[in-house]
């Protein structure tokens, strides 16, 4: 009797076993480090996936050389359609106009599956530093900078980011003597801004969220061209300065290839978790709104987006390599 109970104890456990690893698995390459707003709207989103789909999904993280890295395995994977990622505006809008040469295509390489989000950059100041120097809008600053030429600096995560490209706008736009001091990485040019070592970063508002909500640092100005439902008192910058408008964007994308019917299938339970109550809630502690599309209207916004920022890197005339 302990014999059969054993075989069939241990039948029963290879046949779990079997199930598990006969499941399929989709694979979802985030192409930057674990913790940060895209890895973290990334994993929400699957997590509610999984079940519709009846898939396991493992999200990975493949950062690296400004999101090169992960986008590189995204469009070398198979083309099976069980391996997807996220394509950021770092990935897919600037990086193809500051390296010289890029492991993939941003245009021909991928097949858009859905955007996940828009959310404005933010002009933010430390909010002692505002105080000291009496700026408490947009207009204070440039008024500040115009009369002391060369006194402002202004923090970003490095050469070529949204953060170094809007600071340029801005300096050109409203004819400001401001130095740009970049970090390696949105989070060393955050904290340099909270200890006062820098007069302003514009910064993702989705980074910058906590920080605002704990009074920290002071929101000037978002980067949008309408004002935030979630922030509606915080104006935009365009108010001050007519058409500028700078927003980060990610969503998924799957390596060229991929079957129609299977891009349209992900697309349909990603959009439809996306317009979860749920999933609003949890984008808005990061002061961000899901923003699901088509296919087509992703793709759409990739391809202009691009262009947006190849006239942006001309004239801020930053380089990576």
């Known amino acids: 009797m302990m014999n059969h109970r054993f075989l069939m104890g241990l039948t029963i456990g290879f046949l779990i076993m079997g199930a598990v690893h ?21 994993r929400w989103v699957m997590q509610e996936a999984q079940e519709p789909l009846g898939l396991a999904i493992v999200v990975e993280n493949r950062p690296g050389a400004g999101g090169n ?26 990086n193809p106009w500051l390296f010289t040469k890029l492991p993939y295509h941003a245009q021909s390489d991928f097949q858009a599956i859905t955007q996940m989000l828009s959310v404005p950059n933010v002009l933010v100041m430390n909010t002692e530093r505002a105080f000291e120097l009496r700026i408490h809008s947009l207009g204070d600053l440039i008024a500040y900078a115009k009369q002391h030429p060369g006194a402002l600096n202004y923090g970003s995560g490095g050469n070529g980011s949204a953060g170094h490209l809007s600071g340029e706008w ?45 009074g920290k ?13 979630l922030l509606p008192k915080i104006p935009t910058m365009s108010e001050t300065l007519p058409h500028f408008e700078i927003e980060t964007w990610w969503g998924l994308v799957s390596p060229k290839g991929v079957k129609e019917a299977w891009i349209q299938q992900l697309n349909a339970v990603f959009v439809k978790v996306l317009k979860t109550p749920q999933m609003r809630l949890k984008f808005a502690t990061l002061m961000a709104e899901p923003q699901p599309s088509t296919p087509e209207q992703f793709d759409a916004m990739m391809n202009s987006q691009r262009e947006k920022y190849k006239a942006l890197v001309q004239l801020s005339g930053a380089t990576v390599d």
Request: charged share 10%; aromatic share 2%.
């Open 69 to 94: 890295i992960g986008m590189q395995a995204i469009a070398q994977a198979s083309k099976d359609g069980m391996t997807i990622g996220v394509a950021t505006t770092a990935s897919n809008a600037l």
């Open 217 to 229: 640092l002071t929101a000037l100005a978002l980067t949008s061209s309408q004002r935030s439902g």
């Open 170 to 214: 801005l300096k050109s736009l409203a004819k400001l003597e401001i130095t740009h001091i970049p970090f390696n990485g949105a989070n060393p040019a955050q904290t340099a801004l909270l200890a006062s070592q820098v007069d302003f970063n514009i910064d993702n508002l989705a980074s910058a969220a906590m920080n605002i909500k704990s």
């Open 22 to 42: 006969a499941q399929k698995v989709l694979r979802v390459i985030v192409p930057f480090a674990a913790g940060g707003p895209v890895d973290l709207t990334t």
